[in-house]
């Protein structure tokens, strides 16, 4: 069977003016934590036009070799905010989020903190609680969000009809992820912050962004004690989303090779997407499967982010795949019920806040 192949391009929200990036106008944004995700953001940021990013690592004897790298690096929130700051990325680890949102709201500056806003749904709570009093908008670092190739997958979602079932897979094995440095010492693998659900929550949010919010889950979470961690080395998950569509979903650290993907199944076909190929099978009854594929790169979507996020604190127009600290809450309730549910063996109720 001939198989056909484009390259697609995800399509970008329409806005009603020219997007501040592209204005002339300048913004300093401090990026708190020089990690590897911190590192990115400060990336990304840097190739935008007007904008100027500020390093704030967690080690103050990390400032002179970020100043080494040619990163404008300071000492803490309080210099970065003398240097100009006006907005802020979190990027610390996840335990820490709340005490440095809280902080750097205090200087006044709209956030994007990374995901998963917190620990869990009652601390995520706090800091979107805290933001709201101080007036100031609070965004969660959900990149997947701004895949090209997922775009294209929800695109592409009204061609096979009704859905009436959609599986999820995201499997890697942990020590490969950072070879030069021992699994075990990573966030990834902490009592109370790391493990699969949360560490893997970018499954959660893009499964209900785009199939809608669920009132109960069922899971599993099992430490097998093949890696030496704290916390769950899988998570198997059920959900009933919106019109009666069952989401099923496997999370892991344990799978060579890594796999990333997601299938929906309706009445007239599938379509399938491979994130770690960048590609979108959609097969239909009575016609030959189409396989569109996307360049983009992971450094890419951190780009995309973090322009809509410089647009959105300067008054342009939101982009709807930015997350809201609201919604990071209610994905890590989520998480919440899972937890809940593999306590009690049952299904249990997803709360809303």
Not at 22 to 48: C, D, E, M, P, W
Not at 208 to 224: D, H, M, Q
Not at 270 to 299: C, F, K, N
């Amino acid at each position: 069977m001939t198989r056909a192949v484009q390259t697609v391009t995800a399509g970008q929200p329409v806005r009603r003016r020219t997007p501040a990036t592209q204005r002339g106008l300048t913004v300093s944004v401090a990026v708190i934590g020089t990690g590897s995700a911190g590192l990115k953001h400060l990336r990304a940021l840097k190739q935008l036009s007007g904008v100027h990013p500020i390093a704030v690592p967690k080690r103050s004897t990390r400032v002179r070799e970020l100043v080494r790298e040619g990163q404008r690096a300071v000492k803490n929130l309080s210099e970065a905010a003398r240097a100009g700051a006006t907005l802020g990325i979190i990027a610390t680890d996840t335990v820490e989020h709340v005490a440095d949102g809280v902080e750097a709201l205090a200087h006044g500056w709209d956030l994007l903190v990374e995901k998963p806003l917190s620990i869990d749904g009652v601390e995520a709570q706090r800091l979107v609680a805290q933001a709201r009093q101080a007036g100031r908008q609070l965004f969660v670092g959900c990149t997947m969000r701004f895949s090209e190739s997922l775009g294209t997958f929800r695109d592409q979602l009204p061609r096979i009809g009704t859905i009436h079932t959609v599986r999820v897979e995201c499997q890697s094995y942990l020590p490969d992820w950072r070879p030069g440095r021992p699994h075990q010492q990573t966030y990834a693998a902490r009592a109370g912050e790391g493990g699969a659900l949360r560490d893997l929550i970018h499954e959660l949010d893009y499964a209900t962004w785009i199939f809608g919010w669920p009132s109960a889950v069922y899971a599993r979470l099992k430490n097998l004690g093949r890696l030496g961690i704290a916390e769950e080395e899988v998570a198997e998950l059920t959900w009933e989303a919106g019109h009666g569509t069952i989401i099923s979903m496997t999370l892991d650290y344990l799978s060579r090779p890594a796999r990333r993907v997601m299938r929906a199944s309706g009445a007239h076909g599938t379509v399938e997407w491979d994130a770690l190929q960048g590609t979108v099978t959609v097969s239909v009854v009575g016609d030959a499967p189409v396989r569109m594929t996307s360049s983009q790169t992971r450094e890419q979507t951190f780009l995309a982010q973090a322009r809509a996020f410089i647009e959105a604190c300067r008054g342009g127009a939101r982009d709807p795949r930015l997350a809201s600290g609201e919604e990071g809450v209610r994905v890590l309730t989520l998480c919440d019920a899972a937890r809940r549910s593999d306590v009690s063996r049952r299904e249990e109720p997803v709360e809303t806040r």
